[in-house]
């Protein structure tokens, strides 16, 4: 029964066939792209929507990817850039919203960095970062080599630990001086 | 050597063999180096600790699935409606797939009963979605006078409103047969079944017909002048339900529930549908949010609009061509899909499965 219905999930669409040459690559790269995605987002719910918004871009520049690492990197690229941008939407949106809000004094850093690996003061830091700094934390942290990095980046495998070691002090920095709220 | 730069010391944390022998001899024996490292690793380990992402995916098939769909679309690029909303209520977890079945029906009637009065002829194509909260699913009742309807509710009936006069008639009481086709000839309704129901979902427990409903509503004058001594009367059905078991150890609970239903017609004597409109959204005691919902629709005299409660999330998609839209709590405890046929007949799969189970289904006899 879990043969046909497998088979039936990939045959039943309408238009299924000439989507046939993307779903291997859409199969093998899904992972990826949701973790990277859940990596900015913290939302399972919304890194599957970033995930479908890549693949649907992904799709128009590369309908028969094969084997492609240069679309691999690509998607993986995407998911970083397309979630960095669902979280400083979101973050403009908080900034809207608080623009009546009290401030609180910081409380040390040591406490402050505890506190803040809470997945929402993640999502806040990452948002502040400079956007390449932000896309070479994720990727680097969800599993890419410093060649896919760089391949992802457009950047040379030796500029990787430049741009990741400045990320990391970037974030640490970020986690300790966020705001309580 | 020089001491070694910082990019070298964090690739020396990931990828020690990239690294040349040099710079790692002369990290062994510079204390400046060794701090820098230090720090260098912490930085790591925090940003690793706070960016790893746990290792739950989703369901590839399905967004397999709705990656196709939306593929297929010309407005490939705009993302489907999905409103994440607030908690969902509790009594929502607790819901059995009986009562879902009920209240796909209620959708059904409500969201024809709702749409028929916005109309002089209305014969919907397709469903849209309505957001209601408790509070417009209440202030529809007593606009419409649903919520002083008997629970008993007899074959034939009328009773007052403050616009008019309701009545209704049935072809005869829901009732339940003893086989699909019994159902079939009744009602003249094909009822295909999905060849592959989900993993945990048995035999089919029950077969109920609902015979066609007529209900009239007759406009007094308090109606107002655009639309009083106007008569509107509505069809809604035959619908068949059919409800599934579950496998062994399951006990008797119903795992998941099928309908489907002639869409509802309306036709008038007298007022147009514009005027209709104008009287709904006039209508004392309709909330502002509702009101601009409905408007929403667009065109009101094709669309079968379907509550959908606040706590819910929606994803509009496509079920053999034409639109749908999938209903899911959340928490993945229960879904549903309803859609309508091109040969006008409106469908809807619910039970306590993901998405993935009642999207398939759904896929399966669409």
Not at chain 2, 182 to 205: D, E, N, R, W, Y
Request: aromatic fraction near 4%; charged fraction near 20%; charge should be positive.
């Amino acid at each position: 029964m879990e043969a046909s219905f497998m088979t039936h999930l990939r045959s039943s669409p309408p238009g299924a066939a000439s989507f046939s040459g993307f779903e291997r690559f859409f199969r093998e790269e899904y992972p990826a792209v949701v973790r990277i995605a859940f990596g900015v987002v913290g939302d399972a719910q919304a890194a599957q929507d970033v995930a479908q918004d890549v693949f649907i871009s992904a799709f128009k520049r590369f309908p028969e990817p094969g084997e492609s690492d240069h679309a691999r990197a690509w998607v993986r690229a995407a998911a970083a850039h397309t979630a960095l941008n669902a979280i400083r939407g979101e973050r403009r949106r908080e900034r809207r919203q608080r623009s009546a809000a009290v401030e609180v004094p910081a409380a040390g850093p040591e406490e402050t960095v505890l506190d803040a690996e809470s997945r929402t003061e993640v999502r806040r830091a990452l948002s502040r970062l400079p956007r390449k700094a932000a896309a070479v934390l994720v990727l680097r942290h969800n599993g890419l080599s410093y060649a896919e990095v760089a391949e992802a980046m457009n950047v040379k495998v030796g500029h990787v630990g430049t741009m990741l070691r400045r990320a990391e002090s970037a974030l640490r920095k970020e986690l300790q001086n966020a705001p309580r709220t | 050597m020089h001491h070694v730069p910082s990019p070298v010391l964090r690739r020396l944390e990931d990828e020690p063999l990239a690294v040349p022998d040099l710079a790692r001899r002369h990290l062994d024996g510079c204390g400046r180096c060794q701090a820098q490292s230090t720090e260098i690793a912490a930085d790591a380990a925090l940003a690793a600790r706070v960016l790893a992402s746990p290792p739950e995916i989703g369901d590839i098939d399905l967004e397999w699935i709705l990656l196709q769909d939306r593929l297929s679309r010309p407005d490939a690029d705009r993302r489907p409606a999905v409103r994440p909303s607030r908690r969902v209520p509790r009594r929502l977890v607790n819901v059995s797939v009986g009562a879902g079945t009920a209240v796909l029906a209620g959708v059904l009637a409500v969201g024809g009963a709702a749409a028929a009065v916005l109309t002089t002829v209305y014969s919907p194509t397709q469903v849209a979605p309505v957001r209601v909260s408790a509070n417009d699913l209440r202030a529809i009742e007593n606009i419409t006078g649903v919520g002083r309807l008997p629970s008993n509710l007899q074959p034939s009936g009328s009773m007052r409103l403050s616009f008019g006069e309701l009545s209704w008639s049935t072809a005869g009481r829901p009732q339940q047969v003893s086989s699909l086709a019994s159902a079939s000839a009744m009602t003249h309704l094909a009822f295909p079944t999905p060849p592959t129901p989900p993993s945990g979902v048995g035999a089919i427990s029950s077969v109920e017909v609902q015979p066609l409903v007529t209900v009239t509503v007759r406009f007094s004058q308090s109606a107002g002048p655009a639309v009083a001594g106007s008569t509107l009367e509505i069809t809604v059905g035959p619908a068949i339900a059919v409800q599934y078991g579950g496998t062994s150890g399951r006990g008797n609970v119903t795992t998941l529930a099928i309908v489907a239903a002639r869409r509802p017609v309306a036709s008038s004597t007298g007022a147009t549908a514009s005027q209709l409109e104008t009287f709904v959204l006039s209508r004392p005691g309709l909330p502002a949010g509702l009101a601009q919902e409905i408007r929403l629709l667009g065109n009101p005299t094709s669309v079968l609009p379907v509550p959908v409660p606040s706590g819910l999330w929606e994803l509009k998609e496509q079920i053999g061509g034409a639109p749908a839209l999938l209903v899911t709590d959340p928490n993945g405890f229960a879904s549903g899909v309803i859609w309508e046929s091109g040969d006008g007949i409106v469908h809807g799969v619910g039970g306590l499965l993901d998405k993935q189970d009642v999207f398939n289904v759904a896929r399966q006899i669409g």
